[in-house]
């Protein structure tokens, strides 16, 4: 993983996020003291705000689904950081590594042989608007179990075929609606929205949830990245 050029527009982006009220505690914190808070005490505080939010957010409690019927089908704006990446599904690989004892490198035929499951849901962006989407596609809790992670893991970090790159604490990557997505609204994911594997929550804002997944990581402690929004000063834990 490599840091990557900050687009110019990103002042504006993280003007709104200090200003929307969000995200929870270090967004608070950030956006009440100005730039000694968000670069120092925001800096300092990041293990609290990252264990208070945790408790307040309960992280493995499942989060109410809507109905079908409830579905947007056209209010999921594409959002894509730099460009659209041509993956072939047909040699697309998966690949696990990181402090764990069964490195993995999954096809999609190996990802559809898993168990499936699908969730309707409120997709947020840090931008201000939402969409109800359904997703369908495997529990990324039954990867993690595969490749049987040391048990001081904290940490999952997610590249993309695109170069974006992402960071979850371990407690969210568990939750049990927090899914490796291959299918939208039914049919199958298209391109744009991150085909053929993306990341999809209903515990986190748009930004954490990467599409284009190639590769997983899992660390026990945070690298000197953490999210290609974040390193630009958008929250981290971003939980909803």
Not at 2 to 24: A, K, N, T, W, Y
Request: proline share 7%; net charge negative; with cysteine.
């Amino acid at each position: 993983m490599s840091l990557i050029e900050v687009p110019s527009q990103v002042l504006l982006r993280r003007r709104f996020l200090q200003l929307s009220g969000l995200s929870s505690l270090s967004l608070l914190l950030n956006g009440c003291g100005g730039r000694f808070f968000e670069e120092v005490v925001g800096k300092t505080f990041e293990p609290l705000n990252q264990s208070v939010e945790a408790l307040l957010l309960n992280p493995q409690k499942p989060v109410p689904e809507f109905s079908r019927s409830a579905i947007e089908p056209d209010a999921l704006i594409v959002n894509t950081f730099d460009f659209t990446p041509e993956i072939d599904s047909a040699t697309f690989r998966l690949n696990v590594n990181g402090k764990i004892s069964n490195p993995l490198s999954l096809s999609m035929a190996d990802i559809h042989q898993m168990p499936y499951t699908s969730m309707t849901i409120r997709h947020v962006c840090v931008e201000g608007w939402a969409a109800i989407v359904q997703w369908g596609g495997l529990r990324l809790r039954d990867i993690i179990a595969l490749a049987k992670p040391n048990p001081n893991i904290r940490y999952v970090y997610f590249k993309s075929a695109d170069g974006y790159y992402e960071s979850w604490d371990i407690a969210s990557a568990m939750h049990p609606q927090t899914l490796m997505a291959y299918e939208k609204n039914g049919a199958p994911l298209p391109v744009d929205n991150g085909a053929p594997l993306r990341l999809a929550a209903p515990i986190k804002l748009g930004y954490k949830q990467s599409k284009w997944v190639t590769d997983i990581l899992l660390v026990e402690n945070l690298l000197p990245i953490k999210g290609y929004w974040e390193d630009q000063g958008y929250e981290w834990f971003a939980g909803l």
